[in-house]
C-alpha cells in the first residue's frame, strides 16, 4: 500500500496512522520532495478527475491566472502540492481522501 501526500497534512498523518494501527503495511510517498510521474499524473486525472486539484488550498489561491485555466495535469506537474490528499494505492485501487467512504473500502 502506497500513501501519496505531504509529511506536514494533518490528514495524511490521521489515515498512515490509521493504516499502520490496522496491521497494512504502508509506504508514504511525499510529492513535494518525490514529485509524481506523468504517468502517475495521468493516472490520477483518469481515476478522479479535476477533483485531483485542491482548489480550496493557499497554493492554488498563489497560481497564475494562466496555470489555474490549465488542465489539472498541467497544475499537478507545476505545483505537486495542489495534489488533493491523500491518494492511496491499495489492492482495492486508488482512493482519494480520507472520509468514511475509504476507510470502509480499505477495510477500517
Known amino acids: 500500500m502506497i500513501l501519496y501526500g505531504l509529511p506536514t497534512c494533518d490528514t495524511c498523518k490521521k489515515a498512515l496512522k490509521a493504516l499502520q494501527a490496522a496491521g497494512h503495511r504502508v509506504t508514504f510517498r511525499d510529492v513535494r520532495a518525490e514529485p509524481l510521474t506523468d504517468a502517475e499524473i ?6 478522479f478527475g479535476p477533483a485531483i486539484v485542491n482548489r480550496q488550498s493557499t497554493t ?7 496555470l489555474k ?3 489539472p495535469e498541467a497544475q499537478l506537474a507545476a505545483q505537486p502540492t495542489l495534489m488533493k490528499r491523500p491518494v492511496i494505492r ?3 485501487g486508488l482512493t ?7 476507510r470502509a473500502r480499505l477495510g477500517l
Open 42 to 47: 495521468a493516472e490520477f486525472v483518469t481515476a
Open 60 to 66: 492554488w489561491r498563489g497560481l497564475s491566472d494562466f
Open 69 to 71: 485555466a490549465s488542465e
Open 90 to 92: 491499495s489492492d482495492a
Open 96 to 102: 482519494l481522501g480520507w472520509d468514511d467512504g475509504v
